[in-house]
């Protein structure tokens, strides 16, 4: 609830401090798009990590050598808090990429800039998590500097297709961890470092 409240409050200022940008984003999302993506965020994907976690259950064996990484939980409070990073990160990419635009930047140098920077925000989990941690989180969201601009500028209502992408990837990475099997001796070793 901390979490989710923090960001929201970021998100609320974004708001305020660029309203015509964030009327833009969010002009092509229909009366619609938001019933659907309200409970898709607030129930579907939080049942879907309960569900995941009864019926697969976390990946005891990788909590053991990741305990921080809360995503191997499967537990419901994570997918819950990850709402308002989500959408705090939407807003201040859509924001500046509606900045760009209307600077008439090109949609490949948008492209670019954002590849690159969402790289440099996620090269401190090398350093907080590990390798492995450090590669699936900057490598995921380097394809998200090609997916979110293609979406914003392309797409009408395009914002609520990132932010789903965007949780989506979330809700993959707790399953497939889940399902990850327990790898031999030498796998361990070269991957995991123990």
Do not use: C
Request: zero cysteines; a neutral charge.
């Amino acid at each position: 609830v901390r979490s989710l409240l923090y960001f929201g409050a970021w998100g609320t200022l974004i708001v305020f401090l660029f309203p015509t940008e964030m009327h833009a984003l969010f002009s092509g999302v229909t009366v619609l798009g938001y019933i659907l993506l309200t409970p898709l965020f607030l129930v579907i994907f939080p049942l879907i990590y309960r569900f995941a976690r009864i019926h697969i259950g976390a990946p005891e064996w990788l909590l053991n050598v990741f305990p921080q990484q809360n995503i191997l939980t499967l537990e419901e409070s994570y997918i819950v808090a990850k709402i308002g990073d989500v959408l705090f990160q939407q807003f201040v990419a859509g924001v500046m990429i509606f900045l760009l635009t209307s600077a008439s930047v090109p949609y490949p140098v948008i492209v670019g800039v954002f590849v690159v920077l969402f790289m440099i925000a996620h090269i401190y989990i090398f350093r907080t998590a590990g390798f492995m941690w450090g590669m699936h989180y900057t490598s995921y969201a380097m394809l998200g500097g090609f997916a979110f601009p293609f979406f914003i500028i392309f797409i009408p209502g395009g914002i609520g297709y990132a932010m789903v992408l965007h949780m989506l990837f979330y809700v993959i990475t707790a399953i497939f961890f889940a399902k990850f099997p327990h790898p031999d001796r030498t796998a361990s070793e070269d991957i995991l470092g123990v």
